[in-house]
């Protein structure tokens, strides 16, 4: 069983077009983070969310905690190409140096 | 660049034989964690090591093994290798907990392949 569902799989857009990625669980994260992989290389931190109901804004990305702390999404406006890449939600289930729950990813595809 | 080094970045081995995977974390951090990630599970959490001691376990077979030496680094020990442990494996570290949040740095990962 995974504890947190990403949805869209895949996601295929053309440049300038807006999306949303969906993190959902049925468990309470003490934290949530959002990672970017790209191809041969390991995840990189994009941000995390703590509080419930926690927006936060990076660029043309803008990430949101849920009110009860177990789903979050990921919106990116105007996508460009370089937004390609593997996107992974993480939860923390405990404060703490504690082990992350991943997601299985949104792979998203930017066409020029 | 994470300030994580992982090494070797590419292993090819049989089976049956033993591999060892080493990572330095950033400067300065006492946490290590191993993951897995595999094309059908994702990033599998394996092991865990705090300033030189294991402190939580996941999904890690009997057959793994790891440590956390004095200097911080930790090596991840594969042996009697079968094709299904070939993956990516990463490290990853974290320091000190800024408003109680763990965030975790990632190295570059090792892909091995088991033939």
């Known amino acids: 069983t995974q504890l947190l569902e990403q949805s869209p799989q895949f996601l295929s857009i053309q440049e300038g077009e807006n999306l949303t990625v969906y993190c959902n669980s049925s468990s309470v994260f003490s934290s949530l983070q959002w990672y970017r992989q790209e191809p041969g290389e390991g995840p990189v931190l994009l941000v995390t969310v703590v509080t419930g109901g926690e927006v936060k804004k990076l660029k043309r990305l803008t990430f949101q905690f849920g009110d009860a702390r177990k789903d979050s999404s990921l919106h990116i406006t105007a996508a460009q190409p370089g937004d390609t890449g593997l996107y992974l939600c993480?939860?923390?289930?405990?404060?703490?140096?504690?082990?992350?729950?991943f997601g299985k990813g949104t792979r998203l595809s930017v066409i020029a | 660049d994470s300030g994580v080094t992982q090494t070797p970045k590419h292993l090819i081995t049989a089976t049956g034989q033993r591999v060892t995977l080493r990572c330095s974390p950033r400067s300065g951090d006492l946490s290590v964690y191993w993951y897995q990630q595999s094309l059908d599970q994702g990033l599998q959490f394996l092991i865990q090591y705090y300033n030189g001691e294991e402190r939580a376990k996941g999904n890690i077979l009997e057959r793994f093994s790891a440590q956390q030496f004095p200097d911080l680094h930790s090596e991840l020990n594969l042996s009697s290798l079968e094709l299904g442990d070939s993956a990516l494996y990463f490290c990853a570290s974290s320091g000190p907990l800024r408003g109680g949040i763990n965030e975790q740095f990632f190295g570059p990962g090792t892909r091995l392949t088991v033939l």
């Open positions: 993480a939860g923390a289930r405990e404060v703490g140096n504690t082990p992350l729950v």
